[in-house]
């Protein structure tokens, strides 16, 4: 069993829908989580970042972090075809630097 | 500064020749890894430098792997002996104090036929 799970999809939604993506994991020393957007041929591109739990909110960018059910989620309000891309949770614990990283869900926002 | 900088951005190599990547971090950021990333899975961690120190390095990275970081600047990734196994995109990313998250690179696409 992988550390970091995530659903590869693919997810295919209507401009303007919400999109929901999330990632479950077993390692309990988790306590920084992110999300990553990467387009094809590209680095990934960090979008946003939550230590602990909680919820954070970025302009049409939700996360949310639930530690006691070790599972996250990442919320795209009004998606648009630019939303269009891999998104890859991604997680590390305190003093450790190195990250670990689901397998991805691939979204297409259709116009 | 316009980001962490990877080159080549392809590589198609025969197998068994040494091929090299390099990167060039973001300049006040002291921490730089690399990742490996193939087709449809996360990014896995390679190894990773503070400074010019490698400090851990996972067992991914086999015996054919190097990598250095001297004076704690740009980095190489060596791998010898290429195998068609290697074929993936190679990551880097770097970061400085307090760990927000990383900056990647656009990666290096290596092909080995």
């Known amino acids: 069993q992988k550390e970091v799970e995530q659903d590869p999809g693919p997810l295919s939604v209507p401009e303007g829908a919400i999109v929901s993506l999330n990632c479950t994991y077993s390692n309990s020393a988790f306590q920084y989580f992110m999300w990553y957007r990467q387009y094809s041929r590209k680095g990934p591109e960090l979008l946003m970042y939550?230590?602990?739990?909680g919820n954070k909110e970025d302009g049409r960018f939700t996360a949310q972090v639930d530690k006691s059910s070790k599972y996250i989620s990442l919320f795209i309000r009004d998606s648009q075809p630019s939303d269009s891309a891999t998104y890859l949770c991604a997680m590390s614990a305190i003093d450790d630097y190195k990250l670990s990283f689901g397998a991805g869900t691939t979204v297409t926002v259709r116009a | 500064d316009t980001g962490v900088s990877q080159n080549p951005r392809h590589k198609i190599t025969k197998r068994g020749q040494n091929v090299t990547f390099r990167c060039d971090p973001i300049s006040e950021h002291n921490r730089l890894y690399w990742y490996r990333q193939t087709l449809g899975q996360g990014p896995e961690f390679l190894t990773y430098?503070?400074?010019?120190?490698?400090?851990?390095k996972s067992r991914l990275l086999s015996d054919r792997f190097s990598a250095e970081r001297p004076k704690g600047s740009f980095s190489t990734l060596e791998i010898q002996r290429t195998e068609q196994g290697d074929s993936a995109m190679y990551l880097c990313?770097?970061?400085?104090?307090?760990?927000?998250?990383?900056?990647f690179g656009s990666g290096t696409r290596l092909t080995v036929v």
């Open positions: 939550t230590y602990s739990s």
């Open positions: 430098f503070q400074n010019e120190a490698q400090l851990e």
């Open positions: 990313a770097s970061s400085g104090d307090g760990f927000y998250g990383y900056t």
